[in-house]
């Protein structure tokens, strides 16, 4: 290798695509490749994309890196992955996938895990005894709105039993890649955490347990072994190696989901230190010296990717996927938004042509339900107080408020669960990308705004430095000054008392309607 510094191979898969990224040890991205994924939308309702397609993505990204910079290969050391949570691969005794994956948006469990939550004397719709048991182990509890890698399992094990009896493991999205690059099965403390199966209470010896295991009635033998994020698999296989032109003794860490990769690439890794990530969906979160449950926010901590720390775990359904939706539903409401690929800046443009408030339209973003801080897989979205003298570029804005607006109540939640003022906040995403939306966060969360620099590779940056941590060249510590601030968004003053009051009506819009969305989405 020489002189020259050692690179981890990242790989970081998304729902809407999949990037491959050589990263070094200070952060940087010295080369990187992009694939679309598929997303097919069942008749059923069910949500899924094809493993086969992630695996092909993933070969195909390195070859074309590689060809492209072959001087690389010399200087990958490592491969960590990291990819979206709460997803469920099915695979044979030959590790071969069987039929799609089940996908974190996919909510056909709800049915399965009302059933087994549910019974005597409840809170919340929760048995308290099964609760209490879920609460004091694992620092949470099966959603209810179905999403979970549990209610994924739940829903194949009843609904699709002879999946279920073919199945030798089932798999999160992260864990099935890992299975590609080195043959084994494995899971690590963060990613298996949405089993709800784990006894988390040390959190340096995290565990299956006997009795959360039976409540769930899974066959323990269809579960990984379990691993901490910053463990290392081992090699790769040889094969493998040969074939994508890598040296034979690159490791293969066990690597997080993205949630917990996002928070450590946003270099927010003390604890407090908050960070926002605008995705397809979106999440604002910070690591936590406790382990804590509020149930009626629905938040708790669980194992973070860190090496003994949990952090808040939380997720907003959709964010980034509202721009798409505006895309391609509306693709006619103005000039500026003609043709067939989505061009960001133009709706960035289109949104600046409007005003703070948006003209006093009101942008509800629950496409797909939400989890946090309330938990409906019913709940929908929806553009309020319309009328004829508003324009397009008032329905743009009011999506990207409509977003952020969402981010406020979740802030608030968790700041009420960390007993303190998140300030400033790390933004990091697809989103971040954009001036304006940092902008409006800042504004209307009103708390200073850090941008993140190359905010679309922080998941790869933090997949990345979780493979320096296993590999022993980083500290925690040190990834702290690694973190490249672009640039600060202030609170703009005069607007403040405008977002405080549609914030309210925001919040009044879902309790004025949830039982309508309630009603619309459950009659047949």
């Given at each position: 290798?020489?002189?020259?510094?050692?690179?981890?191979?990242?790989?970081?898969?998304?729902?809407?695509?999949l990037?491959?990224?050589?990263?070094?040890?200070?952060?940087?991205?010295?080369?990187?490749?992009?694939?679309?994924?598929?997303?097919?939308?069942?008749?059923?309702?069910?949500?899924?994309?094809?493993?086969?397609?992630?695996?092909?993505?993933?070969?195909?990204?390195?070859?074309?890196?590689?060809?492209?910079?072959?001087a690389?290969?010399?200087?990958?050391?490592?491969?960590?992955?990291?990819?979206q949570?709460?997803?469920?691969?099915?695979?044979?005794?030959?590790?071969?996938?069987l039929?799609?994956?089940?996908?974190?948006?996919?909510?056909?469990?709800?049915?399965?895990?009302?059933?087994?939550?549910?019974?005597?004397?409840e809170?919340?719709?929760y048995?308290?005894?099964?609760?209490?048991?879920?609460?004091?182990?694992?620092?949470?509890?099966?959603?209810?709105?179905?999403?979970?890698?549990?209610a994924?399992?739940?829903?194949?094990?009843?609904?699709?039993?002879?999946?279920?009896?073919?199945?030798?493991?089932?798999?999160?999205?992260?864990?099935?890649?890992?299975?590609?690059?080195?043959g084994?099965?494995?899971?690590?403390?963060?990613?298996?955490?949405?089993?709800?199966?784990?006894?988390?209470?040390?959190?340096?010896?995290?565990?299956?347990?006997?009795?959360?295991?039976?409540?769930?009635?899974?066959?323990p033998q269809?579960?990984?072994?379990?691993?901490?994020?910053?463990?290392?698999?081992?090699?790769?296989?040889?094969?493998?190696?040969?074939?994508?032109?890598?040296?034979?003794?690159?490791?293969?860490?066990?690597?997080?989901?993205?949630?917990?990769?996002?928070?450590?690439?946003?270099?927010?890794?003390?604890?407090?230190a908050?960070?926002?990530?605008?995705?397809?969906?979106?999440?604002?979160?910070?690591?936590?010296?406790?382990?804590k449950?509020?149930?009626?926010?629905?938040?708790?901590?669980?194992?973070?990717?860190l090496?003994?720390?949990?952090?808040?775990?939380?997720?907003?359904?959709?964010?980034?996927?509202?721009?798409?939706?505006?895309?391609?539903?509306?693709a006619?409401?103005?000039?500026?938004?003609?043709?067939?690929?989505?061009?960001?800046?133009?709706?960035?443009?289109?949104?600046?042509?409007?005003?703070?408030?948006?003209?006093?339209?009101?942008?509800?973003?629950?496409?797909?339900?939400?989890?946090?801080?309330?938990?409906?897989?019913?709940?929908?979205?929806?553009?309020?107080?319309?009328?004829?003298?508003?324009?397009?570029?008032?329905?743009?804005?009011?999506?990207?408020?409509?977003?952020a607006?969402?981010?406020?109540w979740?802030?608030?939640a968790?700041?009420?669960?960390?007993?303190r003022?998140?300030?400033?906040?790390?933004?990091?995403?697809?989103?971040?990308?954009?001036?304006?939306?940092?902008?409006?966060?800042?504004?209307?969360?009103?708390?200073?705004?850090?941008?993140v620099?190359?905010?679309?590779?922080?998941?790869?940056?933090?997949?990345?430095?979780?493979?320096?941590?296993?590999?022993?060249?980083?500290?925690?510590?040190?990834?702290?000054?690694?973190?490249?601030?672009?640039?600060?968004?202030?609170?703009t003053p005069?607007?403040?008392?405008?977002?405080?009051?549609?914030?309210?009506?925001?919040?009044?819009?879902?309790?004025?309607?949830?039982?309508?969305y309630?009603?619309?989405?459950?009659?047949?």
């Amino acid at each position: 290798m020489g002189n020259a510094q050692p690179c981890i191979l990242a790989v970081d898969l998304g729902t809407s695509g999949l990037k491959i990224c050589v990263i070094d040890l200070k952060g940087d991205t010295l080369a990187h490749n992009y694939q679309k994924i598929r997303i097919f939308y069942r008749e059923d309702a069910g949500i899924e994309q094809d493993p086969r397609e992630w695996w092909k993505a993933v070969t195909d990204g390195i070859r074309n890196i590689l060809e492209t910079s072959p001087a690389l290969a010399k200087r990958i050391v490592a491969i960590s992955c990291t990819a979206q949570w709460s997803g469920t691969v099915v695979i044979d005794e030959k590790g071969e996938a069987l039929g799609h994956a089940i996908i974190w948006m996919d909510a056909r469990g709800a049915p399965q895990v009302k059933s087994l939550v549910s019974g005597g004397f409840e809170v919340e719709g929760y048995n308290v005894s099964k609760l209490w048991q879920w609460i004091r182990k694992t620092g949470g509890g099966p959603g209810k709105a179905g999403k979970d890698s549990l209610a994924h399992i739940l829903f194949l094990k009843e609904k699709k039993a002879y999946v279920y009896a073919k199945a030798a493991k089932f798999l999160e999205p992260k864990d099935y890649l890992n299975l590609g690059f080195t043959g084994k099965c494995a899971s690590s403390f963060d990613s298996i955490a949405l089993h709800w199966v784990t006894d988390n209470r040390k959190i340096d010896n995290i565990r299956y347990d006997k009795n959360l295991l039976k409540l769930a009635e899974i066959d323990p033998q269809k579960l990984p072994d379990l691993y901490p994020a910053t463990g290392i698999l081992g090699p790769i296989l040889p094969s493998l190696a040969k074939e994508l032109g890598l040296s034979p003794d690159t490791q293969v860490v066990v690597g997080s989901p993205d949630l917990q990769a996002a928070a450590v690439g946003s270099g927010a890794v003390q604890d407090y230190a908050a960070h926002l990530c605008i995705g397809t969906s979106s999440w604002l979160t910070c690591h936590v010296p406790f382990k804590k449950t509020d149930v009626l926010s629905n938040l708790g901590t669980l194992p973070s990717a860190l090496p003994g720390r949990y952090f808040v775990a939380n997720e907003q359904e959709s964010a980034g996927l509202c721009l798409h939706y505006l895309w391609e539903t509306f693709a006619g409401i103005g000039q500026d938004l003609e043709g067939t690929t989505p061009s960001f800046d133009r709706l960035d443009a289109l949104a600046r042509s409007s005003v703070p408030g948006s003209r006093r339209v009101i942008f509800t973003p629950w496409l797909n339900g939400e989890r946090t801080p309330i938990e409906s897989h019913l709940v929908r979205g929806g553009f309020h107080n319309l009328s004829l003298q508003n324009n397009p570029g008032d329905i743009a804005r009011s999506v990207y408020e409509g977003v952020a607006y969402n981010s406020r109540w979740l802030l608030q939640a968790v700041e009420r669960f960390v007993k303190r003022k998140l300030d400033p906040i790390f933004m990091i995403g697809g989103g971040a990308n954009s001036d304006l939306w940092c902008q409006i966060h800042a504004d209307v969360l009103n708390r200073k705004i850090l941008q993140v620099a190359e905010p679309r590779f922080a998941n790869a940056r933090g997949a990345a430095w979780i493979g320096a941590l296993a590999m022993g060249y980083l500290t925690v510590n040190d990834i702290t000054g690694l973190v490249k601030i672009k640039k600060t968004y202030t609170p703009t003053p005069e607007d403040q008392d405008l977002y405080e009051q549609s914030f309210r009506q925001f919040l009044a819009i879902y309790k004025s309607n949830r039982k309508i969305y309630q009603r619309l989405n459950t009659f047949h």
